[in-house]
């Protein structure tokens, strides 16, 4: 049997889902390297840990062809070990356990510790907030909570990831003054409920509070908003957003519905008159906001006077951005006592139509940014173009502006201001001044 010394030994981390496993992969990433070992993020490397996704049907297949594919590499002699973490781990161990025997071993969302310890590494309670960033340099995300809650119908993240827990002011601050030091200048917050922030510590929600501290910190240019749910949203972070400038006119607010007996037996705490009067006062406080949502089609029950009421509300509401998914059936969720009854190529149909309404509202948005000016980081070079963003603009998911790299050079990493001269539905085109 052939021997390695550890020095050889490369650790291949592989990250699949949100940015909330993006940001635990980077978590883990830093305890390696703090013990010395040989980590890449998505490269080559003769150890494989994949930190999977589990959330809905489609993330769900895509881990486990992963898995499947690094199985395959370790039989062919390709790969040494294969571990599994993440949330697919989480809900589904016995079963994946049963089913890819192959794997070295499978850890849950919580057992960083024992997984950096199969690793050969220990777990370092100092480096709490040491991350080895795989994003591009000038932004990063910052984790303010784990867990949810909410008793959402058709969600199993607490499943997954348990119950709520906030992390400290102080311990947030500290990491973002270390990724300020790197050079990070835009702070993407998430959390599976950032609205929800500070009541398990400080007994109150308090986002506002938390980010009045972050704006502080040196180097930080950019902080945006990921992930809030609208029952209980605390209103004081508007008004802070509207008087501080590092905080981005932009939110991610995931509505799901809007149809009452929809929202009611999805159980979110809200009916379409509070919905509509949030967004409106949103639009109150920060006129210039970029409100970005996702929704849910196809949920069990869902009629098409339902759908209807979705539909007409999405035209009315005009959001900056908006996703669309087909409803998951997941186990031991609330909603998987319900008939799954909406036909497969009804819920695809009814995405469809919802995101060709989206089409023309962005179309018809982007082409009043004509002729403006806006201030953008540039996050990339990219074939013939260095890609940007705008303050209303997330990484991978929203709009991107693209700048002709044959005729204009902008410093990738920084910011520039940009004049858009053309515009499609989802991408900017502009030249700097």
């Known amino acids: 049997m052939r021997t390695k010394s550890l020095k050889k030994n490369k650790i291949n981390v592989i990250t699949l889902g949100c940015s909330k496993n993006v940001y ?51 039989e062919q002699g390709l790969v040494d070990k294969v571990f ?31 997984l950096l310890k199969v690793l050969g590494a220990d777990y370092k309670h100092e480096l709490l907030g040491e991350r080895l960033t795989t994003t591009p340099k000038n932004y990063a995300y910052l984790k303010i909570s784990e867990g949810c809650d909410r008793p959402c119908s058709f969600c199993a993240i607490p499943l997954m990831r348990g119950k709520h827990v906030s992390q400290t002011i102080e311990k947030l601050v500290s990491e973002t003054e270390k990724l300020a030091k790197n050079g990070v200048k835009e702070l993407i917050l998430i959390a599976q409920d950032l609205t929800y922030y500070g009541l398990d510590i400080y007994k109150k929600r308090n986002l506002a509070e938390l980010l009045e501290n972050l704006v502080k910190v040196e180097g930080i240019e950019w902080i945006r908003l990921h992930y809030a749910f609208p029952t209980g949203f605390p209103l004081d972070v508007l008004e802070l957003m509207k008087r501080e400038p590092k905080i981005c006119n932009y939110i991610d607010i995931p509505l799901q519905h809007i149809s009452d007996s929809v929202l009611k037996s999805m159980r979110r705490g809200t009916t379409q008159e509070k919905t509509t009067s949030l967004l409106k006062e949103f ?27 979705l ?88 709009n991107e502006v693209l700048i002709d790299a044959s005729k204009f050079y902008v410093k990738v990493g920084d910011f520039a201001l940009i004049k858009i001269n053309d515009a499609t539905e989802f991408d900017l085109y502009g030249e700097p001044i």
Request: aromatic share 8%; charged share 30%; hydrophobic share 30%.
């Open 84 to 114: 599994v973490t993440g949330c697919l781990s989480e809900r589904y161990k016995p079963d994946l356990e049963k089913e890819i025997p192959n794997v070295d071993q499978y850890f849950g969302t919580s057992d960083l510790p024992q």
């Open 311 to 398: 539909k007409d509300w999405v035209q009315e509401m005009r959001f900056e951005r908006l996703g669309c998914f087909a409803y998951s059936h997941e186990e031991n969720t609330h909603a998987y006592l319900l008939e799954d009854d909406v036909p497969s190529e009804v819920k695809q149909q009814r995405a469809a139509e919802i995101m060709d309404i989206q089409s023309q509202i962005s179309w018809d948005l982007n082409q009043e940014k004509i002729g403006q000016t806006f201030k953008c980081i540039i996050d990339r070079k990219e074939g013939p173009y260095f890609i940007g963003r705008t303050e209303f603009d997330s990484p991978d998911v929203d």
């Open 283 to 309: 639009r109150k406080t920060v006129p210039d906001m970029a409100i970005r949502t996702t929704l849910i089609v196809g949920y069990p029950g869902e009629t098409e006077e339902d759908f209807q009421i």
């Open 24 to 74: 635990d992969s980077e978590v883990l990433m830093g305890q390696l390297k703090a013990s010395g070992k040989d980590v890449v993020h998505e490269q080559e490397g003769n150890i494989v840990v994949i930190n999977t996704c589990g959330f809905i049907d489609n993330a769900k297949e895509e881990s486990v062809n992963t898995i499947l594919e690094y199985v395959d590499k370790k």
